[in-house]
Structures are given as structure tokens and as C-alpha cells.
């Protein structure tokens, strides 16, 4: 199908729509990262679960043109080709990177990708419904994204990362728009088990029914809460921004783990997450970024778009 227009909205009302009707009858999954048990595969040169994302995400990383165009009226745009083999942090070539620190005289190794939210917020806000949810997975449509980050600005931990000279803009309104398309982990949905935790060699990731996983969380966040004799956090993901299907669990409390990273990443957070524990979801909070982006003329546009596809139907 070729992306004109007409296809284009044609598509667009079909992730909308998939969206309210996202088959809700599948076993919902999700992932504990036992962070005791991750040692950032110290033997190899790139941790294995990077190496696998890569391999399998080979033939969904962004193929741009050659004569990118700014972003109108804005004189850049976001070209991350020449970053294609850079692992320490999120771009559009890779989805998984291993966050490396010493706390205490304790090296501590923490993968991050997409937290896959319980309610995201990144789908609320997309004006083009380009992003959709498949049980526990939260996933972008390429031929549908315009890389307007929008779902970067909400995300509580800025995930999504634009590529430039690809996509649907290129098509539709090259000059008035753009421009790209938003890229991130979408939980392997393809297959039964994602890539990175099939690749573990230290079984530091688990991939099983969301309630077990939740459970067995739980306990060895407890666990590690008496061994460490103090009232700080020990599980991740339970709670952050109403809930997700990543859940971390640590032996050292993520208040001193974030505080890390904050002293570590302080001159340049570009791709990187942080975990910070108290974390609202944004939908919910009466947000004024969410306000913004619901009352902007292309959210308006589309809106006029889809009701009048209604009213036809």
C-alpha cells in the first residue's frame, strides 16, 4: 500500500481504533530485572541483552533519507546514523542499555528500555494514534508516527528517541511537519519470550504471567528491604507513573541508585532514564504539557478527521 494521504488517514483511524479495541483476553505478561543477580555481562565487550536487541530489531532501525530537512520553522533536526553502534544510552538504534555504577563500593548494573506502562501516557497523548498496546506491551506504528515526540515530552522518562528523514511526514506534509518517527523497545510482541531475556546468561530477567512476576517481586523486594535494615525502596516499576510491566528489584535502595545517576549523567540526560521513585502519572495529574498538547491544532484536526469518518460510518 503506498502512503499517500488518503492512505495515511486510512491507517491512522485503524490504530485509533485498535486502540479501544485492544484484545484485552491474553495472558497479560511481564518482566522482573533482579538487579543482584546482573553483572552487565562483565566478560563481554556489549552486554548480551543490548547484543540481542540489536540483532533483533536489525530490520526495524530507521533507513533515512539522504537530504534530511530541518524541522519548520526550526533550522536541525535529529540524525543519530553516525550513533548506530552506541550502547550506553537510548537512540534510535538502540533500544536497551545497561546503566553501570558503583554505590557503596558496590557495582550495580541496570538495564533500561521502556517501562511499558499500565496506563501510558505516551498513547493518550499521540495525536495520530500511531502508538498502541498489545496486552503489556506499548508499541509504535512506523507508518503512522510523524515524530512530533509528543510521547518523549510525556513520558516520565523521556524513552521514545525521533530519528529524522523517515517516515510518514516525508509523504504527507515534508515542508509543514515533522519529522521522523519515534523509536523504542516494544517487548519483543512478535515473539513469546523478548530477545534480551532469552540472551541473559545470568537469568537476571524473567519474562512470565504479570501476577506471578508481581508476587515474586514483591518478596525479594522485601527481602532485600530486611537485609538492608532501612525504610528505603527496593522495587521499581509497581507503582511508577500507575504501574508498568517492568519490575526491578534491588539490593540497594533506587532513593541512593538515583541518586547516582543524577551525579553521573548531571551535563547530559539525552537518552538516558532515570528512577526517581516518586513518579505521577501525568494523565492523571492534571499535567500542563497534557493540556497543551490536547488543546493543539493537530490534535483538533485529527479529531475533526476521526468524527467525521464517524458520522459517515
Not at 520553522?73 to 537510548?90: A, G, S, T, V
Request: contains cysteine.
Amino acid at each position: 500500500m503506498s502512503l499517500d494521504r488518503r492512505n495515511f488517514l486510512k491507517i491512522a483511524g485503524i490504530a485509533s481504533v485498535s486502540k479501544v479495541f485492544a484484545n484485552t483476553n491474553q495472558e497479560k505478561k511481564a518482566k522482573l530485572i533482579d538487579l543482584s543477580l546482573c553483572d552487565g555481562c562483565a566478560d563481554f565487550k556489549t552486554p548480551l541483552c543490548v547484543s540481542a536487541c540489536k540483532t533483533k530489531n536489525k530490520d526495524v532501525f530507521p533507513k533515512p533519507i539522504s537530504n534530511i530537512p530541518n524541522y519548520y520553522p526550526q533550522k536541525f533536526y535529529e540524525d543519530y546514523q553516525d550513533k548506530k553502534d552506541e550502547i550506553n544510552r537510548l537512540n534510535p538504534y538502540n533500544f536497551i542499555y545497561v546503566e553501570k555504577l558503583n554505590i557503596d563500593n558496590k557495582n550495580i548494573n541496570i538495564p533500561r528500555h521502556c517501562m511499558h506502562c499500565d496506563e501510558p501516557t505516551c498513547l493518550k497523548i499521540c495525536p495520530f494514534g500511531a502508538i498502541s498496546k498489545d496486552n503489556s506491551a506499548v508499541k509504535i506504528n512506523p507508518n503512522v508516527c510523524f515524530g512530533g515526540a509528543k510521547c518523549k515530552d510525556v513520558c516520565p522518562w523521556h524513552i521514545p528517541q525521533r530519528q529524522a528523514g523517515v517516515g510518514a511526514y516525508l509523504k504527507i506534509a515534508p515542508k509543514l511537519a515533522g519529522g521522523g518517527v519515534m523509536y523504542k523497545c516494544d517487548l519483543c510482541a512478535d515473539i513469546s519470550t523478548p530477545a534480551c531475556v532469552s540472551a541473559c546468561p545470568k537469568n537476571a530477567m524473567i519474562y512470565a504471567n504479570k501476577e506471578e512476576i508481581k508476587l515474586l517481586a514483591l518478596k525479594k523486594a522485601q527481602e532485600y528491604k530486611e537485609l538492608a535494615k532501612d525504610n528505603g525502596t527496593y522495587i521499581y516499576g509497581d507503582k511508577q507513573n500507575g504501574g508498568t510491566a517492568t519490575f526491578y528489584v534491588s539490593p540497594i535502595s533506587f532513593e541512593k541508585i538515583q541518586e547516582a545517576i543524577s551525579k553521573k549523567h548531571a551535563n547530559n540526560t539525552q537518552g538516558i532514564a532515570h528512577m526517581k521513585v516518586d513518579v505521577n502519572n501525568k494523565i492523571t495529574s492534571n499535567d500542563k504539557i497534557i493540556k497543551s498538547v490536547l488543546l493543539s491544532p493537530i490534535a483538533g484536526v485529527l479529531a475533526g478527521v476521526l468524527l467525521r469518518k464517524k458520522n459517515e460510518n
